[in-house]
């Protein structure tokens, strides 16, 4: 194996995180990763060497996942319901109260529009910069900090109604 698919490797856990954000199905999160790493392979010599690797990949991915969706609705297919993820939460997490908030968080997450869902999870979740994933969502910078601040807001406000 290479260095590329060395690293590619590597960013599967990160890749599937992305993935559910945008499926909100683990199933089509599976196939959407699938479907991101066939195409990086195709298209390896688009890749830029000493360019981030997970930016490129993250790209893929949303630009894959825009075209499910245009093909489901071409072809009448309903996604997953929301609430199909509102259960799903780290088995790892200890204790009932941690698990209980990160499915509350989670839940919240999966509420917000798709524009600021992405932003969220590139920044908030992956670590990416705001420049990496202003890249990654091919927006300026600007916009997606505006959709990062009112995607944190409404988690935050979410998490403080379900507090109380």
């Known amino acids: 194996m290479d260095a590329f698919q060395r690293e590619m490797v590597e960013l599967l856990p990160r890749l599937r995180r992305f993935a559910r954000v945008l499926a909100r199905d683990s199933a089509d999160a599976d196939d959407l990763v699938q479907v991101c790493v066939e195409r990086a392979l195709e298209k390896r010599a688009l890749w830029r060497p000493g360019t981030r690797?997970?930016?490129?990949?993250?790209?893929?991915?949303?630009n894959a996942w825009?075209?499910?969706?245009?093909?489901?609705?071409?072809?009448?297919?309903?996604?997953?319901?929301?609430e199909a993820g509102e259960n799903v939460a780290d088995a790892s997490v200890a204790s009932l109260e941690t698990r209980?908030?990160?499915?509350?968080?989670?839940?919240?997450?999966?509420r917000l529009p798709e524009d600021q869902r992405l932003a969220v999870a590139l920044v908030l979740i992956e670590g990416l910069s705001y420049r990496e994933a202003a890249e990654a969502l091919e927006?300026?910078?600007?916009?997606?900090?505006?959709?990062?601040?009112?995607?944190r807001a409404a988690v935050m406000a979410h998490m403080k109604g379900s507090a109380a």
Do not use: F, H, N
């Not at 690797?53 to 949303?62: A, E, G, Q």
């Not at 825009?66 to 929301?82: F, H, N, Y």
């Open 53 to 62: 690797l997970d930016s490129w990949m993250y790209r893929i991915m949303k």
């Open 100 to 110: 209980l908030q990160a499915a509350s968080v989670e839940e919240a997450i999966a």
């Open 139 to 151: 927006v300026p910078e600007g916009t997606l900090t505006s959709r990062l601040v009112r995607g």
């Open 66 to 82: 825009i075209d499910e969706t245009r093909s489901r609705a071409r072809r009448g297919r309903v996604l997953a319901p929301p």
